[in-house]
C-alpha cells in the first residue's frame, strides 16, 4: 500500500468524496481515510433534499454558493453515471412550500414578487397537483428548480469514481493525530498505518472540532441530532416534495416517503426517540392527513455538524498551513456538496477565488465578527 499521498481527506460521507473526485480529476494523488464505512454518518441520515430556494431566505454569497451546487448536479448525474454505472436518484419535478396560515401566505407571496425562480400557486392549484394534501392549506410556494438525490448514491458514485480516478479509499481508519514533519509534509497516523500528505482536508463532519482543537483553530462546532421516519402508503399520491416549517415530505422512487427531521442541539446519541418521531408526526399530519394511517417503514438519525452561525468552514487554515477545512454544513450537506469538492479542489491548485465566498465560509469569522 502507497503511504505517500499528495492530499490527504479526513472523512469519506458526500463532503470528503465530492473533494476526492474533483481532485483525483485532476491528477492528484488522494487518499480519503474513514473512520467507519463511506457515507454512514450524516450522509446516510439525510433525506438528500436540494432545498436551496426552500431552506435560505436572504439572497446573500451563501444563497449563490447553494444556487451554484445545486445547478451542479445536472451534470453531475451524467457525468458520475458514465464513471461508476451509479444512479445519483435525482428526482427534478420541484418543491411545494406550504402556508397553513394567511400570515405564511402573505410571507410565501412576497417572496414569489421577490425571487423570480418562484411561484405562488393558491389553494385550488396545489390540490390539482397534490391532490393528497390538506384542504385547510392556504396555498403554497412552488420552487421549480428544488427537487432530491439520494445521497448514499451520490457519496457512492463519488467515491468509485475517485477510486477509478486514482484515488486510495480506506474504511475504518480513523485519524487519531495530524502531525506536522516538515515545512510542506504531515503525517495522518491511524491504527492501520501512518500516511505521509503534503495537505490535509478535515471533512468529517461534527467530529472535526477535535482536530480545531488540536490544530489551534478557534471555532465553534456542535451536533444538531435529526430524526427522520419513512413510510409507505398506496393512498398517497405525491409527486413534489413537501416542505413546511423546516420539515419535508420527500417522495422516493422506490415507494418510499421520507419524512424529516428533528433538530436536537447538543444531543451526541444517534438513536431516534419517540418523541422526536411524535413530533414529527404531529407537524405533517395536518399537512397530509392520510399518512396518519400509512405503513410505517423505518425510523433512524443523524448528526448535522453546526458551525456558530450555521455556515460551513470551508477554507485554508489561517496561519498559512496547507491544512484545509470543509465541514459545518449543518442541514445542506448534500445540496452544497458539488460546489463544496470544486471550491476546496481550487484552493489546493491555488486557482483564483471567489472572494465573497472566502470570506463568507472562512475559518476566522468568528473571531472577526465577535470584532464588530
Not at 451546487?69 to 428526482?91: C, D, P, T
Not at 475517485?162 to 502531525?179: C, D, F, Q, R, Y
Not at 408526526?281 to 433512524?300: F, G, N, R, V, Y
Request: glycine letters at 10%; aromatic letters at 8%.
Amino acid at each position: 500500500m502507497n503511504k505517500q499521498y499528495e492530499v490527504g481527506i479526513i472523512g469519506g460521507g458526500i463532503i470528503g468524496q465530492s473533494i476526492a473526485y474533483h481532485l483525483a480529476k485532476e491528477g492528484v494523488s488522494v487518499l480519503v481515510l474513514e473512520s467507519h464505512k463511506i457515507g454512514t454518518g450524516a450522509t446516510s441520515a439525510a433525506a438528500g433534499m436540494l432545498g436551496a430556494n426552500s431552506e435560505l431566505e436572504k439572497n446573500d454569497a451563501f444563497y449563490q454558493f447553494a444556487k451554484e451546487s445545486q445547478r451542479l448536479y445536472h451534470s453531475l448525474q451524467y457525468e458520475l453515471s458514465e464513471r461508476s454505472q451509479i444512479n445519483i436518484g435525482l428526482v427534478d419535478k420541484g418543491m411545494y412550500k406550504i402556508a397553513m396560515n394567511d400570515d405564511e401566505a402573505d410571507s410565501l407571496k412576497e417572496a414569489a414578487s421577490y425571487y423570480k425562480s418562484v411561484e405562488w400557486h393558491e389553494k385550488e392549484m396545489v390540490l390539482e397537483h397534490e391532490s393528497t394534501l390538506s384542504t385547510s392549506i392556504k396555498g403554497a410556494l412552488y420552487i421549480k428548480e428544488d427537487g432530491h438525490v439520494s445521497p448514499l448514491h451520490v457519496c457512492a458514485a463519488f467515491s468509485k469514481s475517485a477510486s477509478l480516478l486514482g484515488a486510495t479509499i480506506l474504511e475504518n481508519s480513523p485519524v487519531h493525530a495530524i502531525k506536522k514533519t516538515s515545512k510542506n509534509g504531515y503525517t495522518l497516523s491511524t491504527p492501520r498505518a501512518d500516511f505521509s500528505v503534503n495537505k490535509v482536508v478535515i471533512a468529517n463532519g461534527v467530529w472535526s472540532g477535535h482536530f480545531f482543537k488540536q490544530l489551534g483553530v478557534n471555532a465553534g462546532m456542535k451536533p444538531v441530532k435529526g430524526e427522520c421516519l419513512s413510510v409507505k402508503s398506496s393512498e398517497i399520491s405525491l409527486e413534489k416534495t413537501i416542505f413546511y416549517d423546516h420539515c419535508y415530505i420527500v417522495p422516493k422512487g422506490d415507494g418510499r416517503i421520507v419524512i424529516g427531521a428533528t433538530m436536537v442541539e447538543d444531543d451526541w446519541s444517534t438513536a431516534p426517540t419517540i418523541g422526536g418521531i411524535q413530533s414529527l408526526i404531529e407537524k405533517i399530519t395536518p399537512i397530509m392527513p392520510s399518512i396518519a394511517s400509512s405503513q410505517l417503514h423505518e425510523t433512524w438519525s443523524g448528526l448535522r455538524p453546526q458551525s456558530h452561525d450555521g455556515k460551513p468552514y470551508i477554507g485554508q487554515h489561517p496561519n498559512g498551513e496547507h491544512i484545509y477545512f470543509a465541514t459545518g454544513h449543518y442541514r445542506n450537506g448534500i445540496l452544497l456538496a458539488p460546489k463544496t469538492g470544486e471550491m476546496v479542489r481550487d484552493l489546493i491548485l491555488g486557482r483564483q477565488q471567489n472572494e465573497d465566498y472566502i470570506n463568507t465560509f472562512s475559518i476566522v469569522r468568528p473571531q472577526l465578527q465577535a470584532m464588530r
